[in-house]
């Protein structure tokens, strides 16, 4: 046979699922391999024959990837194989379930080619170390393979780490930290080997150094005294180090140093302690990033319970006597409370009296020492008392105390007004952190309280400028922060316009709202003032809009705060609680601080869960450094806790909705189902949050779904749909396709209550991604969004584009999900194009949506479905020259709108079009 066909055949015929079932399987196994190989080695036309054959195949087996690394073993050109192969990697058919079958099922047959598996695994890690595929190699040759090829991947890992590009470092660290967690103590032995990492220290980010410092530690635990005496030495060289940056890594090291004393010996421990606080002392910067690190170590469980006991014995004395002001209140106009509490106790239960936090004080200190390290101490206390025993009630008046500050009214008008409003919302934030595990009624009613108060501060901040002297909050890259830096031939203005646009904005009116009957009929001389009056309704912003051009200044919200939003489903009493606790009024979170904590939470999954874009900055981990801790499962798991809580928000805003519209029915029975204008827009402005809630909390969920690793985990998968299935009054068991199927239902069912445009097209995102086929009810969804008119009442250019990209995403996804025969639908779409080129008033205009600006995002999409289309054409004359026939119409059709408009990158888009549709015509 020609060897094309051979090859072919042997590819269809050959099981070897079958072989692996008896030892007699696995030898013959062996031997097939290797005569393969003997075949392959001598003959390079049948090498290009397996090579070209593999490349173009849609799907590989097992076999198919032994053939590639017999091919990367024996073949004069290693390049095209390695070639071939990634492009299967970024095709998704080479994938991480053919490796692990690979050694479920032929484990002796794969350790015959470590060698190749690790060329390929550390090319796969250049080519694209975000990519899961090159970690797993590492580690199935590190577990099944012998002493040697354990070395080999030791090394590797090394090589990359010390490689200084970023991506590869981070891989190369994450893959170490596998090795670690999936092979018990296989790595420890290697210890002497990994201590080179030191020698690369100075080469690594913050971040980076952290994980590896932490990561020797780990090792060290096993018994290697050599590794820490080395991160000692090398810790204390650092810290005595001129430059800022290497006395950072001294601090953290120092971190990672009393982590691992804590477990041999307390007095050890503390005893560096107090020599590193001394070479801290002239450097605010340094011992505020050093009670952050101290922390986070806390927080991690791996410090001696001893250590702990006195790491907080002697901080929450140092907070005292610095920030703890037991001095009669005066209320005067200078110095006044912000906030009245309820139970302003001391911290000492024999003391009686009021204390208060002086905060104005640090901030008209010509020394910001103290402005610095406020916030991390607070922490480093809080943390150590809930390490301890869990419980606030030792620090609870910190919560609860005045805090001495001007009034909000007076602190935008006072000297400072920047830094003033800064220190007090991170402060406010540090106490929201550090209580908000709080469960007794009167403390949660405070921290429910302290986040009002928050929302409010931050929607001050767009009143106050950017200034010199403020205090950064980001410790890690405190010598990057700058204020009005530009880039080369760019203005300063337009410096801080990109700077805002980094975060997201939020102005319910900014994507458009459904125009009222009065609106659509208007005409452009209209000069009611009534109506000109309600037709533009106020603009509601974001509490978080104006913190992009202060990042790196505000204190970041932890992950574990967001269980706030479960105090509406927990308010059970604790057993241990007082009779009077049991009578305080629970507060509840407002649509406003619901808004403001569901965007922190956007920001995070967008920086954890989002895959990095090749083009991606380090300035974007800035004040993320608390999430950037956690693992990806670690932090969806986070989002799992409060998914009832978020579902609970939206049932309740639909419940609200539907209530204040039947009882408008109620009180005029006579009129229509479609509400006035005045009407629409007074419920628009009066509950704007409403309406974005249901956005946020649909993009914080495609985000989820997105991310690479619910697909893998079976775990997360099943008890999110679970959850999400189960607000339904639906049966919770049986397979993941039945509770995924509830799920969908579920967010299906929030239709008629999304009434912006974005929130329905997240939405329809979030849904889309766990749909596993058609859906007939999400193509309804989009058909429905497209025959309705917006309204954007916003003029940002930035606004008009998201609007048009996202009727494009409604053309496609109605495509894709739609029954209906597609040469009808898009028979239907060129039409409607069609009618928008010609401007015929006397046409029907089905969908509104089709206007001038949005023609060339439609366009691309609908000619990209045509000529798919017209490549299914069946062979037979009878059916397929009439589809042929209304294709050529078509394009013919879309041809004369790029006459019209005269588009060059449409028409090159066509041109391609055309050329690749060419052999059908």
Known sequence: APPDKAVSSIRLHIDFQSLCQSGEGMEAEEHSMDFLEQELRFHSKTQKVWLTELHSAPTLTVFDLLVYLILFRVSHKPKLVLSSIRAHVREGTLNSSLVKELYNRHTKTATLFNTEQLRVAHSLLLSSPEHPLPSLLYLSVFRHGDLHAQQEVVGSLISHIGSGQCKEIDAGIRTLGLLKDSTDKSVDRFSSLLNGLLDYLNTLSISQAREVLYLLVRISSSGSCRTVDDIHIITRKYLSHSSTKLRKLGVIGSCALVQALSIESTERAKSFLDKVQVSLTRAPELTALFYDELSGCVAGGSVGR??????????VEKFQSDFISREPLVVEAQVSDILCLEGADTLENDVTGHISIDLWQCVQSEDPTKLMVLCPLLRLVGTTLAFLDNNMEDIDSILGCYIRALPLDDILTCEKPTVGLLALINLVIEQVNVFHGERRPSMRNKLVKRIRLLQELLG???????????????????????????????????????????????????????????????????????????????????????????????????????????????????????????????????????????????????????????????????????????????????????????????????????????????????????????????????????????????????????????ASDCQIS????????????????????????????????????????????????????????????????????????????????????????????????????????RGVLLDLLVEQLDVVVRKDVDSEKIFPTFTRATLPTIYKIVLAKLVEHQKSIPSDKENGFDIL???????????????VVNSRPLLRSASCSVKSSWTVF
């Open 718 to 821: 099943t008890e999110c749909f679970s959850i999400l299935g189960s607000r339904m009054q639906n049966n919770t068991q049986g397979p993941l396709s039945v509770r995924r199927k509830h799920a969908l239902q579920y967010l299906l069912n929030f239709e008629e209550s999304c009434q912006s445009f974005s929130s329905t097209i997240n939405l329809l995102k979030c849904c889309s991604v766990i749909c596993d086929s058609r859906d007939q009810r999400i193509a309804d969804i989009c058909k429905s969004c497209l025959e309705k008119e917006w309204d954007i009442t916003a003029d940002e250019k930035e606004n008009k584009v998201r609007y048009n990209e996202g009727v494009g995403y409604l053309v496609s996804t109605f495509l894709s999900h739609s029954s209906e025969s």
């Open 885 to 899: 026939t209304n294709c050529v119409g078509n394009f013919a059709t879309l041809i004369n709108y790029i006459k």
């Open 306 to 315: 001893d250590t702990v006991q006195a790491i907080y014995d002697e901080f």
């Open 460 to 710: 001050m901040l767009r009143q106050v400028p950017v200034v010199d002297g403020m205090i950064p909050m980001v410790f890690d890259l405190v010598e990057d922060l700058g204020v009005n830096k530009t880039k080369k031939g760019q203005s300063s203005k337009s410096a801080r316009d990109e700077t805002e646009a980094d975060v997201s904005l939020f102005d319910p009116t900014r994507t458009g709202t459904l125009k009222t009957s009065t609106q659509l009929n208007k005409t452009d001389n209209d000069t009611d003032a009534e109506v000109v009056a309600v037709s533009k309704p106020k603009k509601h912003v974001s509490s978080w809009s104006s913190v992009g051009k202060f990042k790196g200044y505000i204190r970041e919200l932890d992950i574990k705060t967001m269980k706030i939003f479960n105090l509406g489903l927990d308010l059970t009493i604790p057993s241990n609680a007082s009779s009077d606790q049991s009578e305080v009024t629970p507060l509840s979170l407002g649509l406003p601080e619901t808004c403001m904590m569901l965007e922190d939470l956007l920001s995070k999954c967008r920086f954890k869960l989002k895959p990095a874009s090749v083009f991606s900055k380090p300035e974007n981990s800035l004040g993320f450094s608390r999430v950037a801790s956690l693992s990806e499962n670690e932090f969806a798991k986070q989002i799992l806790a409060i998914l009832p809580a978020l579902c609970q928000t939206m049932e309740d805003n639909t419940s609200q909705r539907k209530d204040s519209t039947a009882t408008s029915q109620a009180t005029n029975p006579d009129q229509s189902g479609m509400k006035s204008t005045l009407e629409e827009i007074a419920m628009l402005e009066d509950n704007p949050f409403g309406v974005k809630t249901f956005e946020l909390v649909f993009s914080i969920l495609e985000l989820l779904f997105s991310w690479p690793g619910f």
